[in-house]
């Protein structure tokens, strides 16, 4: 995830909007990684709850990002 986003960043906006959906998916992945180890009891539930209020908020962040550049893309399309 977070080697996705920068390396998208210099790309023309439908190259990195690829690089934005593909750092969603390891944020995805990644709350799920964090229910998999509070249920094999390798973090406590605090910690687990911490972390899934921070990879909320970074999905909404790149979910937020990906809906202005889709935009952007359908403006230069229509001009």
């Known amino acids: 995830m977070a080697l996705s986003i920068p390396k998208g960043a210099g790309a023309p906006d439908a190259q990195f909007n690829r690089h934005l959906?593909?750092?969603l998916d390891?944020?995805?992945e990644?709350?799920?990684c964090f229910s998999v180890a509070l249920r094999g009891k390798f973090i406590s539930e605090e910690k687990?709850?911490?972390v899934k209020i921070q990879l909320t908020a970074l999905l909404k962040?790149?979910?937020r990002l990906q809906k202005r550049i889709k935009s952007r893309i359908k403006?230069?399309?229509k001009t």
């Open 26 to 28: 390891c944020t995805r």
């Open 21 to 23: 959906q593909i750092a």
């Open 75 to 77: 403006s230069n399309i």
């Open 48 to 50: 687990d709850k911490i």
């Open 61 to 63: 962040m790149i979910t």
């Open 30 to 32: 990644c709350v799920i």
